[in-house]
């Protein structure tokens, strides 16, 4: 048995970046025995490793993989920001999109990553696929769109080969279920040079392992990281409860309880994040719209201004309330819709 397996089992010691190199170099050469890829998954699924192993994780992928910065089609996006969740959690609108969708409307600079459904019914990329918004294949087209429309969704190309060797390696068996580990840790996978990173956890049991992915992040690539929970297990911010928002900057961590009744949002539950009707996406227009039902309406754009915040567009949160509402209710949001979807019209013409 692999070493780095070997480790995860018998939970004796942590798994070192050596270790993880081995194991992916196997992986790649298709050296692997039977089944040592499932126990890899099951191992780390069950348990969240510690803190050197996830780090030696990380930091065994980021290495392995061609840096976005050599072709010179991204450089650094200091001001650009990423919103996106473990997945998990009860069953709402998809409102990491819809708030990544007005923060762009209100000109925060957004990259956003994201997957097909793990837990859900219609992950981001299902939902985009249905509302006939292309995702970006290479760092060069995400760099055009950005530039062109202030956001862009960035395609698979930003994750590390790897992970779609394991899955294949477990095949017939379906990595959504075996996969939780990298559903969870997915947000701290993408490379993309964005600086600054929102990520809504679900569940608190992940929250540990978690704030050391997010320092591992701000301190290897100087990104602001916020950990985002709630009472409720949502994987985003509540606009009718308290949210823990813990950050990490600079070396440093922090943490502050944004409140929603403090900004002036009223009451709700997490039945009025779920999609009024039939058609989950005529629901997600609807509330882009200003036609939802309210409570959702708030806490898209209050998703929508911590991206603003963090994206440094303005520090102030009533402004950046203010300015979502607005680009919700002047159909901004939707206005942006049309142009993203003309974009990929353009490209599949071509």
């Not at 998990?88 to 990544?100: E, K, V």
């Not at 769109?145 to 698979?156: K, Q, S, W, Y």
């Not at 997490?270 to 036609?291: N, Y």
């Amino acid at each position: 048995m692999h070493a780095a397996v070997a480790a995860l089992i018998a939970q004796d010691r942590p798994v070192e970046a050596g270790d993880w190199h081995a194991f992916w170099d196997r992986l790649h050469d298709g050296g692997l025995r039977r089944g040592e890829a499932v126990a890899l998954l099951a191992s780390l699924s069950t348990r969240m490793p510690d803190r050197v192993t996830l780090g030696a994780l990380l930091g065994s992928l980021a290495e392995r993989r061609p840096r976005h910065g050599e072709s010179g089609a991204m450089g650094s996006l200091p001001h650009a920001v990423n919103v996106v969740g473990t997945g998990g959690g009860p069953p709402t609108l998809n409102i990491s999109t819809a708030a990544a969708l007005t923060a762009a409307a209100m000109g925060t600079r957004v990259v956003k990553t994201g997957s097909r459904a793990y837990t859900s019914s219609l992950g981001s990329v299902d939902l985009l696929e249905r509302l006939g918004i292309g995702l970006t294949t290479s760092y060069e087209e995400t760099a055009d769109v950005l530039d062109r429309c202030g956001i862009a969704f960035a395609g698979p190309f930003v994750y590390p080969a790897e992970l779609s060797l394991l899955a294949r390696s477990v095949l017939p068996l379906d990595v959504r279920k075996l996969g939780r580990f990298v559903n969870a840790v997915g947000p701290f996978l993408a490379d993309m040079p964005v600086g600054a990173q929102v990520t809504g956890v679900s569940d608190p049991r992940l929250v540990p392992g978690l704030r050391d992915a997010a320092r591992h992040t701000a301190d290897r690539t100087g990104r602001t990281v916020w950990l985002c929970t709630n009472e409720r297990g949502a994987d985003e911010l509540l606009g009718f409860v308290p949210n823990r928002v813990r950050t990490y900057e600079g070396g440093g961590e922090d943490e502050f309880t944004l409140d929603p009744a403090a900004l002036g949002l009223g009451a709700g539950s997490l039945e009025d994040l779920r999609p009024v009707g039939g058609d989950p996406v005529e629901g997600f227009l609807d509330v882009l719209a200003g036609q939802g039902r309210p409570a959702a309406e708030e806490t898209v754009c209050l998703n929508a201004a911590a991206l603003a915040v963090t994206g440094r567009l303005t520090g102030d949160w009533h402004a950046a309330l203010g300015a979502a509402r607005a680009v919700v209710r002047d159909g901004a949001v939707l206005a942006l819709i049309e142009r993203l979807r003309a974009g990929k019209r353009a490209v599949t013409r071509a």
